[in-house]
């Protein structure tokens, strides 16, 4: 079956520091990507998307690069605060479909 | 700035009962969403509402569960009896339109004893 998944489970960083985190993604028809926030207790909160068309697409301190060769997306976020401090979910829409297929989600720490 | 708004925050059942969760969409928008997330888990899709019907729905979303726009501004999820495996965050999500960002409510937690 299609699945979305993370490489890593938990990553901390330093503050300041930038972060990376990775989701592999095994629909190679899906166009259309969101990275979500998600704090403890709150929903997802859209952090940035990007259309399969796309290989790179900037927002305020973050990044989302698109490699659709090896189906890898990632998330960078730049001199990383306190505040980003969350598990981040990649998700993917295959093309046909409305519904958002989620990874299993990465824990950022950030150490102050 | 707008949001979607989901009433209760928690909700506490006895297994058997029924459930109504109540979402209040953005206003402009159209596509309307439920999702679950189980404790420490992923974010698994129940099913997708557009022009008053369903247009797709998980295997997870099964006889029990059901939703309406009653008045045209709640959407909400029942679920008729309640088992202990329904216990999750429940979470709305809307959309302008199909294929375009998803705003996520702050979700129902819902425990079943």
């Excluded at chain 1, 690069?65 to 730049?78: D, E, G, P, W």
């Amino acid at each position: 079956g299609e699945s979305v998944g993370l490489h890593l489970p938990t990553l901390s960083v330093q503050e300041g520091d930038n972060s990376i985190i990775n989701c592999a993604y095994s629909n190679s028809a899906s166009d259309y990507f969101i990275w979500y926030k998600q704090e403890s207790g709150k929903g997802p909160q859209f952090i940035i998307d990007i259309r399969s068309n796309m290989d790179k697409r900037q927002g305020q301190r973050v990044t989302v690069l698109l490699n659709k060769t090896v189906k890898h997306l990632s998330l960078q976020i730049a001199a990383t605060q306190p505040g980003d401090s969350a598990v981040y979910f990649c998700a993917e829409t295959p093309p046909g479909n409305t519904p958002l297929v989620f990874g299993k989600g990465t824990r950022l720490s950030v150490i102050a | 700035e707008p949001e979607v708004t989901q009433t209760p925050s928690h909700q506490v059942t006895q297994m058997g009962q029924e459930v109504i969760l109540r979402c209040v969409p953005i206003s402009n928008h159209l596509y309307f969403y439920w999702y679950r997330q189980i404790l420490g888990q992923k974010v698994e899709f129940l099913v997708s509402f557009y022009n008053n019907e369903i247009s797709e729905k998980s295997e997870i979303f099964d006889d029990q569960f059901s939703v309406e726009r009653p008045d045209g501004s709640n959407f909400t999820l029942k679920i008729r009896s309640t088992k202990l495996e329904d216990s999750a965050m429940y979470f709305c999500a809307t959309a302008t339109s199909r294929g375009n960002e998803q705003f996520f409510g702050p979700g129902t937690r819902l425990t079943v004893l």
